[in-house]
């Protein structure tokens, strides 16, 4: 069964910083593309990053340029996301997600059960 | 960044009923789009890819079509399990960018 559960997730001081996991099986973890996509309380889904499957290829969404750094090891079968300066603004529902690409085309086809992150003091 | 405009944000229709979503792109995105649902509590589920391709295991009443930089998700026929939150996704450039999303309710 094809599966992502991600961690990491808690309450940290604005300014700080938090490093997500999103751990897979049940597939060729190194063969898809992956995001992050997040979701803050009451709102809709905002894309975050995505990586490739060699990891060689990253791309951010302009709120987290500079800040976060996705990556992944492929020999664990784990995406990682490094958040930097975090602010109330990242509050949010992280989820990971697999890109099946058909020809061509995202298709997120997998998505994590989601880790909370709180920024509060 | 392209800006996925989504419309209606909020819609209620009956059991049965055929239910349109919208969305309108900033500039051409080609087919590089994508439906998702999400309902109360759980993590989104891809509908459709590439702007009209059924993902497998969905519902044959979900269908998408595009006309220029408008593209609809269609419900053919509304069912109580529907009742959720639909967003859409442009994969065209980056940042990819979602529509602000339309919540689906039963009446």
């Known amino acids: 069964e094809v599966q992502l559960l991600e961690s990491g997730g808690g309450l940290v001081q604005p300014g700080g910083s938090l490093r997500l996991s999103c751990a897979a099986s049940?597939?060729?973890?190194?063969?898809?593309?992956m995001n992050w996509v997040r979701q803050a309380p009451g709102k809709g889904l905002e894309w975050v990053s995505v990586?490739?499957?060699?990891?060689?290829?990253?791309y951010y969404a302009d709120s987290v340029k500079g800040r976060f750094t996705i990556s992944r090891d492929n020999s664990r079968n784990t995406l990682y996301l490094q958040m930097n300066s975090l602010s109330a603004e990242d509050t949010a529902v992280y989820y990971c997600?697999?890109?099946?690409?058909?020809?061509?085309?995202?298709?997120?086809?997998?998505w994590g059960q989601g880790t909370v992150v709180t920024v509060s003091s | 960044a392209i800006q996925m405009t989504q419309s209606p944000s909020s819609l209620s229709a009956f059991v049965g009923d055929r239910v349109t979503i919208t969305c309108r792109a900033s500039q051409g995105i080609r087919n590089d789009l994508g439906w998702y649902q999400q309902k109360p509590g759980k993590a989104p589920k891809l509908l459709i890819y590439?702007?009209?391709s059924l993902q497998s295991g969905v519902p044959s009443r979900f269908s998408g079509s595009a006309s220029g930089t408008d593209f609809t998700l269609t419900i053919s026929s509304l069912q109580p399990e529907d009742l959720a939150t639909y967003y859409c996704l442009q994969d065209y450039s980056y940042p990819w960018t979602f529509g602000q999303g339309t919540k689906v309710e039963i009446k």
């Open positions: 590439a702007a009209s």
């Open positions: 990586i490739s499957g060699s990891g060689s290829n990253t």
């Open positions: 049940g597939f060729t973890f190194s063969s898809y593309a």
């Open positions: 997600a697999k890109d099946e690409s058909r020809g061509g085309r995202a298709a997120f086809d997998t």
